[in-house]
């Protein structure tokens, strides 16, 4: 997805680094924003290999797997640059087992061609801007990035990895089953409170049906039988 400059001849050319830095943080900051709209990010990383696997990918890991789902749908079959978006779930799931340590320390020997990744630093002016953390070369203190959205299976890490990939997917579907409940029971405590609201509705047309019977007229009593046109007239005075 990354158009590196240095996979296209930019070396030859001796352009201005600032203007290769400002070239890779402006798609940086598009591509964060466009992605944070899925999901919240954990950690974007993108790559500065020149080897065939590597060249111009980059990984973005979200805090759960449903905001990796639902940028894997929003973005295959998109363009950027005039070029197709092919995401996929990605194996890796340990940033910090997949980096080259001898490129964060500028003395890979392997140069763009390592099979590790190369993660292209991002400058304290551009985290600023997105407001995040700058990240670290070293492992993060109180765990590490593995078993968060966005990553599934991996080979890094070794047994030691593999019971913390344990724990925190024991911790994530804790916390799955935790939502689904609360919102489970949110949803109990709409439905009583529509059924209360149907409820005082009746009530109210019941109540106005009643109003509305008292407020009628009474009948009018009957009056006297009508006079009886084929009787006798009174006889005449003496």
Do not use: W
């Not at 392997?110 to 492992?139: D, V, Y």
């Amino acid at each position: 997805m990354y158009q590196n400059p240095m996979a296209q001849g930019a070396a030859a050319l001796n352009i201005d680094p600032k203007l290769l830095k400002d070239h890779f943080e402006e798609f940086y900051e598009d591509v964060f924003e466009e992605f944070s709209q899925y999901g919240k990010i954990d950690a974007m990383h993108v790559m500065d290999n020149l080897s065939d696997q590597l060249v111009g990918n980059m990984y973005c890991m979200y805090e759960d797997e449903e905001g990796a789902a639902k940028a894997l749908t929003a973005l295959n079959g998109r363009f950027y640059a005039g070029r197709p978006i092919m995401a996929e779930f990605s194996p890796v799931t340990d940033f910090h087992e997949a980096r080259c340590r001898q490129f964060d320390e500028a003395i890979c020997n392997r140069g763009p061609q390592c099979n590790f990744m190369h993660i292209k630093p991002l400058s304290r002016e551009l985290c600023r801007r997105l407001r995040i953390e700058p990240p670290s070369t070293g492992r993060p203190k109180g765990g590490d990035d593995r078993g968060k959205g966005g990553g599934g299976g991996g080979g890094y890490g070794g047994q030691e990895g593999g019971r913390d990939r344990d724990r925190d997917r024991d911790r994530h579907d804790e916390r799955r089953s935790s939502r689904r409940d609360e919102e489970r029971r949110s949803e109990r405590r709409d439905g009583e409170r529509r059924e209360e609201r149907r409820s005082e509705r009746r009530d109210e047309r019941r109540s106005e049906r009643r109003d509305e019977r008292r407020g009628e007229p009474a009948a009018a009593p009957p009056g006297p039988p009508p006079a009886d046109s084929g009787a006798a007239p009174p006889p005449p005075a003496q």
